[in-house]
């Protein structure tokens, strides 16, 4: 998913594509770089930023969806009814949405829907975040929500972590760990990690060769500490951190990944792990296909063992393989 934020105030592209014909060509690069959905925002969520009226953030969408629909999956980015209705009648068909809480609007319209947890709002969301769990937490909010829209009719959900949105350093950084969990609900699940500020403070770490400190709540990330005084990498310049976490998450399980860079996101998921990923899924599974996935991956063999069935024997055994003893190596 390619983002076209047309606002003149996101974290990181605010006032480069407010422009009607700048965001249309913007989105038109976004799908020759592989995007298969472009995400047109005309809010930005990013803490601290202002409501926008609803003619406006419809002034701001409208046309854009209306011009790229033709060429691509286009979702809108919103958290208003009538935006969302809008953005559907001009050819969005899928709502990304960070409250969780158009569900009935995706039913109305027959439209997919993503559901993003986030702790307050904007305006409050980074002031004080606090969990005992995120990890369960996030994944019981989100499965309930899954769980809600299935049931008034949504066909096509999909579960977003909300990296950033109500949420310290360590919170992100945790989820990242055991994104695992959120996967394994059945619900496919979306991330959106790029240029985010825990990878500014995480890259300014790495620079300074320091170590980071980042919520004393949470020790079992201790490890890592970044430095909350540090001063964060530029937005611009976190490409390394977002196309690793992209990379990371979609090893995880994630089905679709939020980016600014398109194509060196597609670069690096082929290069790391080519169709491995898998593509993502049309739409959420139903319960009882989930738990036909779920039977059917019990029954299969493991990895372990597909990858014993598939390797040539080694002359010490599975010790060999272990140790790397006798492993034909590639010189270049």
């Known amino acids: 998913m390619g983002i076209l934020n047309v606002t003149p105030d996101s974290f990181s592209d605010g006032g480069r594509y407010l422009d009607v014909d700048a965001a249309v060509a913007h989105g038109l690069v976004l799908i020759e770089e592989g995007a298969d959905i472009v995400d047109v925002g005309g809010e930005s969520t990013r803490p601290g930023a202002a409501a926008v009226p609803v003619d406006e953030e419809r002034r701001r969408v409208e046309p854009v969806i209306a011009a790229l629909a033709p060429h691509v999956r286009v979702s809108v980015d919103t958290t208003k009814p009538e935006v969302a209705r809008a953005a559907v009648a001009a050819g969005a068909s899928l709502i990304n949405d960070v409250s969780a809480s158009l569900d009935e609007v995706a039913a109305e319209c027959g439209v997919g829907w993503i559901a993003m947890h986030r702790q307050g709002t904007p305006a409050t969301m980074q002031a004080e975040p606090r969990y005992d769990d995120v990890v369960a937490e996030v994944t019981a909010y989100l499965v309930a929500r899954a769980e809600r829209a299935h049931a008034g009719g949504v066909d096509e959900i999909w579960i977003d ?51 980071v400190e980042l919520d004393a709540g949470d020790a079992a990330l201790a490890p890592v500490d970044v430095r909350t005084e540090l001063e964060p990498v530029p937005a611009d310049d976190r490409l390394e951190a977002s196309v690793a976490t992209a990379t990371w998450v979609l090893g995880m399980g994630a089905a679709l990944v939020r980016v600014h860079d398109v194509l060196a996101t597609v670069q690096a998921r082929t290069v790391v792990g080519g169709d491995a990923f898998g593509q993502p899924a049309a739409r959420a599974a139903r319960p009882a296909e989930r738990q036909q996935a779920a039977e059917h991956v019990q029954e299969g063999p493991s990895r372990e063992q597909s990858r014993r069935e598939e390797r040539p024997a080694h002359p010490d055994g599975d010790a060999g393989y272990r140790t790397g003893e006798g492993v034909p190596r590639v010189e270049g």
């Open 161 to 211: 972590p909300g990296i950033g949105f109500g949420k310290t350093a360590a919170h992100n950084l945790s989820l990242l760990r055991h994104l695992d969990q959120l996967v394994a609900s059945g619900w496919p699940v979306a991330v959106g990690t790029s240029r985010k500020a825990t990878l500014g403070r995480l890259l300014a770490a790495s620079e300074r060769r320091g170590r």
